[in-house]
T-cell receptor
Framework: AQSVTQLDSHVSVSEGTPVLLRCNYS??????LFWYVQHPNKGLQLLLK??????LVKGINGFEAEFKKSETSFHLTKPSAHMSDAAEYFC?????????????FGTGTRLTIIP | ETGVTQTPRHLVMGMTNKKSLKCEQH?????MYWYKQSAKKPLELMFV???????ENNSVPSRFSPECPNSSHLFLHLHTLQPEDSALYLC???????????????FGSGTRLTVV
């Protein structure tokens, strides 16, 4: 069975400082991993995805994540936070389950940006 | 807009009402999904349709009834709901359910449902 653990339910950073949102996963197979962002009253938007190609993945809005198999981690980073980054972020692992790909979501990390 | 449109955006219904949620996509995707997002809980997969056929029902109570008349439209029919069913219901689509991660999932903005 697969699982996702987002280590922080809430992260606060000052505008212009780096962002680190932590995610650990477990999977029986070679998983695909995603980060999604959800702004208030909006659906989920794909930030980036890892699907067994390059381990350092670049996404939209300056975000990137590094797949580390030895640490079973897929942490999300951004060098400099912007006010518009304030949102909920979800780490997601995708694995195959009797044919269908199955998504398992983390519980989310709420990112607050301090002016 | 993501390409996946959900209506209505907000819905308040009594426990004896019957209502339907609608999801529409014109991305050329063949798989569609219903998810439930409750406060403080991970997203819960409810139903999966692949090429109009239901391929997964994640132990969802029968008061939730999905319908997928074609690959572009997905409905969730609601009847005799309970207050604990209040949540954000998200629709998503992908190219196909067995290769979804290749091109990713596209989510709608959701319907905020309140059961009173």
């Amino acid at each position: 069975a697969q699982s996702v653990t987002q280590l922080d339910s809430h992260v606060s950073v000052s505008e212009g400082t780096p962002v680190l949102l932590r995610c650990n996963y477990s999977s029986s197979y070679s998983p695909s991993l995603f980060w999604y962002v959800q702004h208030p009253n909006k659906g989920l938007q794909l930030l980036l995805k890892y699907t067994s190609a390059a381990t350092l993945v670049k996404g939209i809005n300056g975000f990137e994540a590094e797949f580390k198999k030895s640490e079973t981690s897929f942490h999300l980073t951004k060098p400099s936070a912007h006010m518009s980054d304030a949102a909920e972020y979800f780490c997601v692992v995708s694995d195959r389950d009797f044919g269908n790909e199955k998504l398992t979501f983390g519980t989310g990390t709420r990112l607050t940006i301090i002016p | 807009e993501t390409g996946v449109t959900q209506t209505p955006r907000h819905l308040v219904m009594g426990m004896t009402n019957k209502k339907s949620l609608k999801c529409e996509q014109h991305l050329g995707h063949n798989a569609m999904y219903w998810y439930k997002q409750s406060a403080k809980k991970p997203l819960e997969l409810m139903f999966v349709y692949n090429f109009k056929e239901q391929t997964e029902n994640n132990s969802v109570p029968s008061r939730f009834s999905p319908e997928c008349p074609n690959s572009s439209h997905l409905f969730l029919h609601l009847h005799t709901l309970q207050p604990e069913d209040s949540a954000l219901y998200l629709c998503a689509s992908s190219q196909r359910a067995d290769r979804a991660s290749l091109n990713g999932y596209t989510f709608g903005s959701g319907t905020r449902l309140t059961v009173v």
